[in-house]
């Protein structure tokens, strides 16, 4: 199936933090206490008419992995639009961030998990206007400001939604200015169906006109993604564009034109039903927070992309630090004491003796809390996964 890949300028979070456990695990092949872990990727956007929790949900999956879900507002407001997409016959595709860290209490580990997707607001997943016919489309990226667009506000305020705010389909032709010095500049002119709505920058030009010129010596106009916004007062418009370096040789090759044709606008689209429960949802009745034992089982995923977090402290994973440094400062006041008593038995008997034992005690304190923490550390290690 063809994937559609949606609008993405807007941010949602979604629900990870009960049911989707042992799939998170699975994308991240193993986690450890106390370290945070990131990944990016693409994910699916699953409408689920028949979950029978929350009827008409969205479910997220990386892969053939469930995990998480649109809450209950989101999926309202999203579920008109995304089961157009799936209607249409394409499975709608957004950039997700999922983050992930073991924690562990009172003797039981269990995952905390967060989930944001890259998704525009619901009313600017789509395109206002077609491609043309003969339009290569380039592969979306980051924002590149269209210059000049004031010059044609009238009529981009024309195009512009209430909202405030639109995805459109835009033109780009290189059209080389020539100077009085002989001497040529690149300058990539911006079209809205057949109508000029600014220019990009020399620079960005420059990188962009021997891609332009290659599409056209292959009978083809070379399209983008834009975002238009704006209000009464004033407007912006840009180009989401990959830069040329990045886009790839099967781009090239087949000059896609890849912005489906999705249904007319409906009331309600006819989806199949689609739920399949996770490990967590088949146990939905009895399964806890608490989860113990997590170790990787699956390797990551190959569509996306893991990270530990910087933020995080990495010391000796799967072991209590506030243990660990308890056991190592009693050490070291014990060794202290101790060889102070055997300096003091040739001076003061009486004291040496005593300084002996207490600093022996000590030591043996700090030995039975390092035995504790070796203890915990195996727990956390060796318990099969449960729900």
Not at 89 to 111: K, P
Not at 124 to 129: I, T
Not at 148 to 168: F, T
Not at 264 to 291: I, Q, W
Request: net charge negative; proline share 6%.
């Amino acid at each position: 199936m063809t994937d559609y890949v949606l609008g993405d300028r807007g941010t949602v979070h979604i629900i990870t933090d009960d049911f989707y456990d042992a799939e998170i695990l699975q994308v991240f092949e193993e986690l450890q206490i106390d370290r945070e872990r990131v990944w990016n990727g693409e994910a699916r956007l699953l409408p689920e008419p028949d979950n029978p929790y929350q009827p008409h949900t969205i479910a997220v999956y990386v892969d053939d992995l469930k995990v998480g879900r649109f809450s209950e507002k989101d999926a309202d407001s999203y579920w008109a639009p995304i089961t157009r997409v799936v209607a249409s016959g394409y499975e709608a595709v957004a950039h997700l961030q999922l983050t992930a860290v073991l924690r562990r209490l009172n003797g039981d580990s269990f995952i905390e998990s967060t989930g944001t997707l890259s998704l525009s607001a619901p009313g600017s997943l789509f395109p206002l206007n077609q491609a043309p016919t003969q339009a290569a489309l380039l592969p979306q990226g980051s924002s590149i400001k269209v210059l000049d667009e004031k010059n044609h506000s009238e009529y981009l305020h024309g195009i512009l939604p209430g909202s405030g705010e639109g995805r459109v389909i835009l033109s780009l032709e290189n059209n080389p200015i020539k100077h009085s010095d002989g001497r040529l500049t690149e300058c990539v002119e911006v079209f809205h169906d057949r109508k000029m709505v600014g220019r990009l920058s020399t620079q960005i030009s420059e990188q962009l006109a021997p891609v332009i010129r290659y599409a056209y010596d292959h009978d083809r106009l070379t399209s983008a993604w834009g975002t238009i916004r704006g209000n009464a007062f004033e407007l912006s418009l840009t180009v989401q564009a990959v830069r040329p370096s990045e886009i790839s040789d099967e781009w090239f090759e087949h000059l896609p034109n890849n912005v489906p044709e999705l249904l007319p606008l409906a009331d309600n689209y006819d989806v199949p039903d689609a739920y399949v429960a996770t490990d967590g949802e088949l146990h939905r009745a009895s399964t806890t927070k608490k989860k113990r034992g997590f170790i990787g089982s699956r390797p990551a995923s190959e569509t996306g992309n893991v990270q530990d977090s910087p933020d995080q402290d990495s010391t000796t994973p799967g072991a209590p630090l506030g243990l660990q440094r308890i056991a190592v400062l009693l050490g070291v006041i014990g060794g202290i004491v101790l060889v102070i008593g055997l300096v003091l038995i040739f001076y003061k008997p009486m004291l040496g003796i005593l300084g002996v034992v207490l600093g022996a005690s000590v030591a043996f304190l700090a030995l039975f809390f390092g035995r504790e923490n070796s203890y915990d550390e195996e727990a956390v290690s060796e318990d099969p996964l449960e729900h």
